[in-house]
């Protein structure tokens, strides 16, 4: 008699592993899918889940998470809205999605989605929600929510061999955030200086790879 087998399967994605245990079990085993990013929510969200009952009623918050659950609704006007629960790394909020940030945001608004929320305060219950006026993909967040670059240089050795191809560097990113130069002397400090208002940068992973490659790593940090 043959020894019965379970033929060889590949292993699952991670997104897919955790999202597969969420929906039998109800929590994550293998980890969070917020882990890897959670720098990122401390960066670009402004409270977390478990603080926004400190938080002023009709305040401006942005938060950061996972949608795990999601319940769409159709108006009297025959208009899509949502009501999506976010979870961060603390704890669980409902979002309030109405028709005017849905209709824009519609492809966001979907289970076990990476989201940055932009909204305010609804206290009016017992229980905090937000009413959501943006919507942003959470992997992208550094992209489009970076208002500022900054670069670290020590004025030892600064040549034109390296600021010519810092300054092609940053022109072959071009974007809204500003550049701030940070020039470090063993002498007089910091001084920070910008290249000028005609040069600003998008923040992508492929610009913080060109910049590290040319001064190091840990020279390039955005800020919102």
Do not use: C
């Not at 940055?116 to 993909?137: F, H, Y």
């Not at 007089?188 to 992973?205: L, Y």
Request: net charge negative.
């Amino acid at each position: 008699k043959e020894t019965d087998y379970l033929p060889a399967m590949e292993e699952w994605p991670e997104n897919k592993l955790l999202a597969f245990e969420k929906e039998a079990l109800g929590f994550y085993i293998s980890g969070h899918p917020l882990a890897k990013l959670s720098l990122v929510l401390e960066k670009y969200a402004t409270s977390t889940t478990a603080k926004l009952g400190e938080l002023a009623d009709g305040g401006g918050v942005t938060l950061g998470g996972i949608i795990t659950t999601l319940r769409l609704i159709t108006t009297r006007n025959g208009k899509r809205m949502a009501f999506a629960g976010l979870e961060d790394l603390e704890g669980k909020v409902e979002v309030v999605v109405f028709p005017d940030v849905y209709d824009q945001e519609a492809s966001l608004v979907r289970k076990e989605t990476m989201v940055i929320v932009k909204g305010r305060v609804d206290r009016s219950g017992e229980i905090a929600k937000v009413i959501a006026s943006q919507i942003l993909p959470l992997e992208e967040a550094a992209e489009l929510l970076t208002k500022a670059v900054h670069v670290n240089m020590a004025t030892t050795g600064l040549e034109r061999e390296m600021l010519n191809p810092l300054k092609r560097i940053l022109l072959d990113h071009p974007g809204e955030a500003k550049i701030y130069l940070h020039l470090k002397t063993a002498h007089h400090g910091e001084a920070v200086i910008s290249p000028g208002p005609g040069i600003k940068v998008k923040a992508t992973p492929e610009l913080k790879r060109k910049v590290e490659e040319l001064l190091g790593e840990g020279t390039i940090y955005y800020s919102a």
